[in-house]
């Protein structure tokens, strides 16, 4: 029933077309060139706006396929329409029908239609939604063209002359001037210019390597005049982190696990009550990580870990020249040797790395002699202390949502006698390409540590912070 409704539909447009005559007489007369490329409507077209009834029974409506020569007014709710225009059920003008819908039918191909309805099963389409109300109607008319046309194409193959693989070639266009040297009208052919064909050259390469880089640039400000009511200082915060993580492409070496990661953070802020400095360092942390294995079972493979950390610059506490930290100062190296799980998700947005290395070997050094070396743990005199024991480590990255992401690490040694553990967590926030939050929380404990005078914290050290600013991502995943 819905077919027949179609096709009688394209035949009533088809028969406007042809001046209110009779369909047949628009595919049996001769067409040229000019005809089918340059259509003008009939003269005598005095409206062929179609009116959709309004439904019954929370049915779809149905389009009146009135005769063409009995179209000799619309029946207007809001005054002149259009012509060539559809009128749906709330009676609301819809964008005119293109021309082509009025030439010649050409056969290009046939569809699957698409069958998916955005309008409720029992209702109409959806006019009242603000949001996809104007995606309903558009869908639900130009679905409803192109089912006439494949339905008359179907049902009446004889009618349809022409199909777009032997379409004539389009008329020749002629450009006339007046010759200035003989005062004549000169009639010149404008040549066809045709777009040059340009061959798509693939290149395929396989890619061994995988990079990612990630890079941030966190700040803070805060400005009091001298007179505020409340008192205050002037504040700037200002945190650099750097991102470079490079490992061996698993679709080609599905045996071997490398991977590699470099990190720098670098916190600043202003330092209104140190007399000696403008500034001081909340942050430097340098730190390189290395992964290598060889494939044992499904997730775990045969593995070497290796760990480097220390800062660049020098640190000092307020209001004196001693020093808190400077390069290798302390810095400290771990090696050990065990297995590792290594797990991602076919969507790649969750990874997890945990390594178990039974036999570690752990370096503390403190170079820098204006340092008390003591207090990593090495002897008074020496600069640097060597450990053997266990460490374990787990790497997480959890992109929860395209927009937000959680970088996890944990690391711990003990020599059965000694023992220290990192955990730090990035929360990081995308606002757009270029602006982000982040949530950064680093916790740390180490009984060689001097108990703090806080007993809430003794061997427990905890740094948080939380700030806004520019960041840049590239990846080759």
């Not at 590699?260 to 001081?280: C, E, H, I, V, W």
């Not at 990593?376 to 600069?383: A, H, Q």
Request: hydrophobic letters at 40%; a neutral charge.
């Amino acid at each position: 029933m819905f077919r027949t409704f179609l096709s009688g539909l394209f035949l009533t447009v088809l028969s406007l077309v042809s001046g209110f005559g009779q369909t047949a007489s628009v595919f049996g007369a001769p067409f040229t060139r000019s005809e089918i490329y340059n259509y003008q409507f009939p003269s005598n077209l005095i409206t062929d706006s179609l009116e959709l009834l309004s439904p019954a029974d929370g049915k779809m409506p149905v389009m009146s396929a009135l005769p063409a020569d009995s179209l000799v007014a619309d029946s207007l709710r809001f005054g002149p329409l259009p012509i060539d225009s559809l009128l749906n059920t709330m009676y609301v003008p819809t964008t005119p029908l293109p021309s082509y819908y009025f030439r010649p039918v050409v056969f290009d191909s046939y569809q699957l239609l698409d069958t998916i309805r955005i309008a409720d099963a029992g209702g109409d389409v959806a006019l009242t939604d603000p949001v996809y109300g104007w995606l309903a109607t558009d869908f639900y008319h130009n679905n409803l063209i192109r089912r006439a046309k494949q339905s008359f194409i179907v049902n009446l193959p004889a009618d349809v002359r022409f199909d777009e693989a032997s379409l004539p070639e389009p008329p020749k266009k002629f450009e006339a001037t007046v010759d200035p040297n003989t005062a004549k009208i000169v009639i010149a052919e404008l040549p066809v210019k045709e777009a040059p064909k340009k061959q798509m050259e693939a290149t395929f390469g396989r890619r061994y390597w995988l990079r990612t880089f990630n890079s941030s640039v966190q700040f803070s400000q805060a400005f009091v005049s001298p007179n505020w009511y409340q008192g205050g200082n002037n504040n700037i915060n200002v945190l650099v982190n750097l991102f470079y993580n490079v490992k061996l492409n698993p679709a080609f070496h599905k045996k071997l696990l490398f991977e590699t990661t470099f990190q720098y953070k670098l916190g600043m802020n202003d330092a209104p009550n140190d007399s000696l400095r403008n500034y001081s360092i909340s942050e430097d942390l340098f730190q390189f990580n290395l992964l290598a294995g060889y494939k044992a079972s499904k997730y775990w493979y045969y593995s070497t870990n290796v760990s480097f950390k220390t800062q660049f610059l020098h640190n000092y506490k307020a209001n004196t020249r001693d020093l808190k930290g400077a390069f290798l100062s302390p810095g400290e190296l771990n090696v050990g040797v065990g297995m590792t799980y290594n797990y991602a998700n076919p969507k790649k947005t969750f990874t997890l790395d945990a390594s178990i290395s039974p036999f570690s070997w752990n370096m503390k050094t403190c170079v820098n002699h204006r340092m008390d070396e003591t207090s990593y743990g090495i002897k008074e005199g020496r600069k640097s202390v060597s450990q053997y024991g266990s460490n374990a480590e787990a790497k997480l990255l959890w992109v929860i949502r395209d927009n937000i992401s959680l970088r996890s690490r944990v690391f711990v040694f003990t020599d059965y006698d000694y023992a220290y553990g990192d955990w730090e967590n990035t929360l990081s926030f995308n606002i757009n390409r270029f602006l982000s939050t982040q949530i950064y929380v680093h916790m740390r404990y180490d009984t060689s540590t001097p108990d703090s005078d806080d007993a809430d914290w003794r061997k427990f050290q905890l740094k948080e912070i939380l700030s806004f600013g520019f960041a840049y991502k590239f990846s080759s995943i």
